[in-house]
């Protein structure tokens, strides 16, 4: 199917592991975005991309690493997870850098650690 | 003080209520702005763009006050499907796509 699809939803994992979320997108878009949902919080910037081979830090990028070698995917590794990384994480999509680009969002993951 | 702030609410309208959310800004520099909606565990929707000369969709009116900073969203004949959160995001206009979201207004419509 078309569009931005994470992997994987739900994920437990215990602190001190590396995890790796990923994100496939099918529209070629140069754009892509890593954020965390919290409560009390907004979705917040992890990294981003504006295309293969370049990537850039947010808001909170401690404890994540991105790699971009191929336009369409877009992994935000854990290195060693911590409890505070336990968040909702949507992995996003635009087609550029504009203002009014419209951001199409992955449906989630859900990661739990322990 | 937060860059974009939202009353969390929830706000608890019958159907065919009007309801109005706002949302304030803290960036003067800030040059677009977005209504997204998120159900309950699903992910971000764009719901509308908000103008300067304001803009309207259905049942939904978006304003922009440059001057105060703030971005409304007018709801009129809420049906209970518009129950969600609502987002209000800014473009920092930093360089780069930087969106920065609020933490949403809840929206409970009942029969």
């Known amino acids: 199917d078309a569009g931005i699809t994470q992997s994987p939803r739900y994920k437990i994992t215990e602190t001190g592991r590396q995890v790796t979320l990923m994100c496939h997108q099918t529209?070629?878009?140069?754009?892509m975005f890593w954020y965390r949902q919290d409560l009390g919080h907004g979705l917040r910037l992890i990294y981003y991309s504006a295309a293969a081979d370049i990537t850039d830090k947010g808001e909170v990028p401690d404890g994540y690493v991105v790699s971009r070698s191929k336009t369409e995917n877009f992994p935000l590794t854990l290195e060693s997870a911590t409890r505070s990384q336990t968040s909702v994480y949507f992995c996003a999509s635009s087609e550029s850098g504009e203002m009014n680009t419209e951001a199409f969002f992955g449906q989630g993951t859900r990661l739990t650690v322990v | 003080r937060k860059e974009v702030e939202q009353d969390p609410g929830p706000f608890n309208v019958p159907e065919g209520a009007t309801v109005a959310f706002n949302c304030t800004y803290s960036n003067s520099a800030s040059q677009s702005f977005f209504w997204y909606r998120q159900d309950c565990r699903k992910e971000p929707k764009l719901l509308m763009s908000v103008y300067s000369s304001g803009n309207e969709d259905g049942r939904f009116t978006a304003q922009l006050n440059r001057a105060s900073q703030y971005i409304s969203l007018l709801i009129r004949d809420s049906k209970l499907s518009d129950s969600a959160t609502y987002l209000c995001v800014v473009n920092m206009n930093t360089g780069f796509q930087k969106l920065v979201f609020g933490t949403g207004t809840r929206l409970l419509v009942s029969p």
């Open positions: 529209w070629s878009h140069s754009y």
